[in-house]
């Protein structure tokens, strides 16, 4: 067993995982810490097609913490962490995020406004002249572009398209366009998922104004094959309110071809959710021209109009 287990969020994505493996890396390397890296679940599709691609194998995963002391990436809050994250120290923190979290002692923690850990990491490891094997960098340009969908979403800085072109020179993709679509498809091979899959497989929950608000969100080159599934997904959604205590759901359907979504909503503040997005909703239905990330276009919107 490692001195320290270094993972990302629950439900992780490849940013999580890839940026979990490549700090690992670095601080193994640069400060000869004994560090192992895995995962709060099951890598997804688009992941998979990424460590395939660059022969990587998939972080053992864990549900609880099993070392004393703990690295934290693409994550701050205990919500969306171990189980047991009060009982362990967290030693460092590596985020994207904004902040919730507290501390008793000390730590280090590298945050920046970036696009993605992978890109805070690349610059950890130029400023540190730490090498990048090439099929880390072949992870954290995935990440890249996975996080800002291929520098489109509004939350793409102008560090992550320094850092992705640099990574893609070191993992030898000659065209990371190419390979970023690719990759991107791969995760948006949604037919055989059941409509729980589809709900939970990148969602978070956020309390505003003491409200509980589930929102999660797919990627798919087809928004209307998504939607031909209305009946069963709000089946589902109000199933997981009920268990889980959730007063609101948003399902973000995000056409990453073209840059827009369309959302279902279900639940008691439809009209915070009409206000945040200055639009009425047609029967569950809320249309989101343009909007992609949940982190900088619908959480932000959503907390102004429920305060
Ligand atoms: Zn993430
Ligand atoms: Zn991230």
């Known amino acids: 067993m490692s001195e320290y287990q270094v993972f990302g969020h629950t439900n992780p994505d490849t940013d999580t995982i890839a940026s979990a493996i490549a700090t690992s890396y670095l601080l193994n390397n640069l400060y000869k810490w004994d560090t192992q890296a895995v995962a709060l679940g099951t890598p997804n599709e688009e992941t998979t097609f990424a460590l395939n691609y660059f022969k990587v194998q998939a972080p053992n995963v864990i549900k609880e913490a099993e070392t004393e002391k703990v690295v934290l990436v693409d994550h701050n809050e205990a919500a969306q962490s171990v189980t047991n994250l009060s009982d362990v120290t967290v030693a460092s923190i590596y985020d994207h995020h904004k902040f919730n979290f507290s501390n008793s002692d000390p730590l280090y923690i590298v945050a920046k406004p970036w696009g993605s850990v992978a890109t805070i990491l690349y610059f950890e490891f130029k400023n540190n002249n730490v090498e990048i094997p090439s099929e880390i960098a072949g992870l954290m340009a995935s990440a890249i572009i996975s996080d800002t969908l291929l520098l489109k979403s509004p939350t793409t800085t102008d560090v992550d398209k320094i850092a992705l072109e640099e990574l893609a020179k070191v993992a030898g993709l000659e065209n990371y366009k190419e390979y970023g679509l690719e990759l991107?498809?791969?995760?948006?091979?949604?037919?055989?998922?059941?409509?729980?899959?589809?709900?939970?497989?990148?969602?978070?929950?956020?309390?505003?104004?003491?409200?509980?608000?589930?929102?999660?969100?797919?990627?798919?080159?087809?928004?209307?094959?998504?939607?031909?599934?209305?009946?069963k997904l709000l089946a589902?959604?109000?199933?997981?309110?009920?268990?889980?205590?959730?007063?609101?759901?948003?399902?973000?359907?995000?056409?990453?071809?073209?840059?827009?979504?369309?959302?279902?909503?279900?639940?008691?503040?439809?009209?915070?959710?009409?206000?945040?997005?200055?639009?009425?909703?047609?029967?569950?239905?809320?249309?989101?021209?343009?909007?992609?990330?949940?982190?900088?276009?619908?959480?932000?919107?959503?907390?102004?109009?429920?305060?």
């Open 184 to 231: 991107l498809k791969a995760g948006t091979n949604l037919e055989n998922k059941t409509e729980e899959e589809l709900l939970n497989g990148d969602a978070k929950t956020f309390t505003m104004s003491g409200r509980t608000i589930r929102i999660g969100q797919v990627n798919t080159v087809d928004i209307d094959s998504v939607l031909s599934r209305k009946d």
């Open 236 to 307: 589902a959604m109000d199933k997981q309110m009920q268990k889980n205590g959730f007063d609101d759901f948003l399902f973000v359907i995000t056409d990453i071809l073209n840059s827009n979504s369309k959302a279902i909503f279900q639940g008691e503040d439809l009209a915070f959710v009409e206000e945040a997005f200055s639009i009425k909703a047609d029967n569950h239905i809320i249309d989101l021209p343009g909007v992609v990330s949940r982190k900088k276009q619908v959480v932000p919107p959503l907390e102004e109009s429920f305060k």
